[in-house]
């Protein structure tokens, strides 16, 4: 059966204390609503409609370009959750299928979780995962006879032995969609937030005589940001599982605590990642790679055996081939290089290709900006670049092909030539010693 998403993302998220919408703060690289937005995709949707208010444009963008597929509407005002889930009405027109109703504050859900909701879907009009909370706070609580869920009380609303209740309400809906929208219909603002909430569907449900029921997860999926607090939470969370996972898949982590992954890193088993590393988004290191300490990679791709660090960075578009040594102090940014090669010390390589086996020395520097635009340095197979090159591109070096050390190189180097362009030297004899001794003098003479 078709299946729509629709992840509420309009709220203000007053307390984080911030210029940006919360549901766009990161987590491990990505905004938190693409954290939820990945969880509803692994049920591959049919639809996704994200309700956006604050910040509607912004969060527009994320949405977007996280999955072109994505619906935004636009609740103006908001109103309460019931509100902003009427708002997807006319985007899901049409539509025929379970609507799954997610939180863009609430990263964490797993799909194999929505998976089990979607399963009692079969016997059930409305489910809602719920959680046993260690300390329920503020949360919806769950009222429950046996398998049937009665009522979400808000924490506002609860006398105190609702509030004992430990069940509470992640926020995640599952229903067909037509029952979704026609149960929300009858919801009002009669309460002590003056919102329309979406939980009280579930009443409703009960005194048309459908059965809705809960379906269970463990608190950590249900982990909700509304403060920065919640947010290094959610990013602690979300490094201790992700650490976790890459130890399980076979990687070598020599300090779990002190590596950073992103939302999508993939690393590959026998990889050894040591000390101190920190993965930005997009980055795929193959099998047998090693990392090595206080790196800093992007939205690059290290294959087997290649060797970066420590001290390295790989900026977007670095593609690495096997065997490929990237030492310290090296900085990698939309280049790709070839088999073997190597670029050991102090290097700048940008918008450039090394071939095979080419050996690039100590200092070089693609000059790939003019100050308005950038120009690419090719340089082939089995290259020796003697150390302090400039490569002012655009420009390529033939295969075969040496700079000497200090060389300038302005114009294209053909295969199999060198190219030089250092000043020649000119040495004084005795000269150093002569100027070191009038220095002396004129310090003494002023000391006087
Ligand atoms: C909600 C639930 C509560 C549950 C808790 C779990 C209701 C009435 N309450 O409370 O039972 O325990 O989540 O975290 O649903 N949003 C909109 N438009 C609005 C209001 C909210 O898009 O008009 C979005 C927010 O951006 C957020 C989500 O809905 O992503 C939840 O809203 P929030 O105000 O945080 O609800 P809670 O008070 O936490
Ligand atoms: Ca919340």
Redesign the pocket.
């Known amino acids: 059966m078709a299946t729509a998403l629709i992840i ?4 203000q998220g007053t307390r984080m204390n911030s210029e940006l919408p ?2 766009l703060h990161p987590i491990a690289g990505a905004p938190m609503l693409v954290h939820a937005m990945k969880s509803g995709e692994a049920l591959e949707p049919s639809r996704i409609v994200v ?1 956006a ?1 604050v910040g509607a444009e912004a969060v527009t963008k994320a949405a977007t370009d996280w999955n072109p597929m994505a619906q935004v509407v636009i ?1 103006t005002e ?4 019931g ?2 889930v009427a708002q997807a009405r006319t985007a899901l027109a049409g539509f025929d299928g379970d609507a799954i109703v997610l ?4 990263p964490f859900i797993r799909p194999e979780t929505l998976d089990a909701m979607l399963t009692a879907r079969t016997d059930h009009a409305v489910v809602v995962l719920g959680f046993e909370a260690a300390d329920p706070g503020r ?2 609580r769950l009222v429950t006879t046996g398998d049937v869920l009665e009522r ?1 009380v ?1 924490f506002k609303d609860a006398d105190a032995a609702t509030r004992a209740i430990s069940l ?4 995640v809906v599952c229903a067909d969609a037509a029952t979704l929208f026609d149960l929300i219909d009858a919801v009002t603002n009669d309460n002590a937030s003056g ?1 329309y ?3 009280d569907i579930v009443q409703i449900a009960r005194s048309r005589g459908l059965s809705p029921t809960v379906v269970r997860c463990d608190e950590s999926e249900t982990l ?1 940001v ?1 403060t920065r607090a919640q947010l290094a939470q959610a990013e602690a969370l979300f490094q201790k599982t992700a650490r976790a996972g890459a130890l399980e898949d076979g990687v070598t982590l020599v300090a779990p605590g002190t590596v950073h992954f992103a939302h999508d890193t993939v690393v590959g088993r026998d990889a050894v990642i040591e000390p101190n590393v920190v993965f930005g988004p997009g980055v795929t290191i193959e099998s047998g790679a090693t990392i090595r300490s206080f790196s800093h990679l992007e939205g690059c791709h290290v294959s087997r055996g290649a060797t970066v660090g420590p001290f390295a960075r790989l900026r977007p578009g670095a593609e690495l081939a096997e065997d490929v040594h990237i030492g310290n102090f090296v900085e990698i940014k939309n280049a790709v290089i070839d088999e073997g090669a190597k670029v050991n010390h102090l290097t700048y390589i940008g918008d450039a290709t090394i071939g095979a086996k080419t050996n690039i020395g100590a200092g070089t520097i693609t000059c790939n900006y003019d100050g308005v635009f950038k120009h690419r340095t090719t340089i082939g197979r089995g290259v020796f670049v003697g150390s302090n090159t400039m490569l002012v591109a655009p420009v390529t070096l033939g295969d075969h092909s040496m700079t000497a050390t200090s060389t300038v190189v302005t114009e294209d180097v053909p295969d199999g030539a060198l190219a030089i362009s250092r000043t020649p030297q000119v040495t004084k004899a005795g000269l150093a010693v002569r100027l070191m001794d009038k220095l002396r003098a004129a310090k003494a003479a002023k000391g006087k």
């Open positions: 509420l993302a309009a709220g919360k549901v309700v208010g609740q908001q109103l309460g959750t509100h902003a939180y863009g504050d609430t949360y919806g979400i808000e509470c309400n992640s926020g919102e909430y979406l939980t909700g509304n």
